[in-house]
């Protein structure tokens, strides 16, 4: 199992941006898949972003072209670039990491809020 820790929510406006960051225990050079979800109240959780090990990434399309993920091995850190925020991207954002038949490990999560 590996420990992820994610940190960078807070209170933006509309229009505004944020950079959430996932900080692992352990290396995450041979973790598959790591990703971004998020789920707002009375919400399931949903897919965001992720990115795997070789660097390709994917998006849900509501965020496409808004938000960028990224990974640093070096830092053992996954990032999560969030511009041009929309209300409706209020949620709680949680850090995930896969390494296919070992684990599936989650964050705690970090609270994203944006006002109109």
């Known amino acids: 199992q590996v420990q992820l820790v994610e940190s960078g929510g807070g209170l933006v406006q509309a229009g505004g941006s944020l950079r959430l960051s996932c900080a692992a225990s352990g290396s995450i050079s041979s973790i598959n898949v790591m990703g971004w979800y998020r789920q707002a109240p009375g919400n399931q959780r949903e897919f965001v972003a992720t990115i795997t090990s070789g660097g390709s990434t994917n998006y849900a399309d509501s965020v496409k072209g808004r938000f960028t993920i990224s990974r640093d091995n070096a830092k053992n850190t996954v990032y999560l670039q969030m511009n041009s925020l929309k209300p409706e991207d209020t949620a709680v954002y949680y850090c995930?990491?896969?390494?296919?038949?070992?684990?599936?490990?989650w964050g705690q999560g970090t609270q994203v809020t944006v006002s109109s």
């Open positions: 995930n990491a896969v390494r296919i038949y070992i684990f599936n490990s």
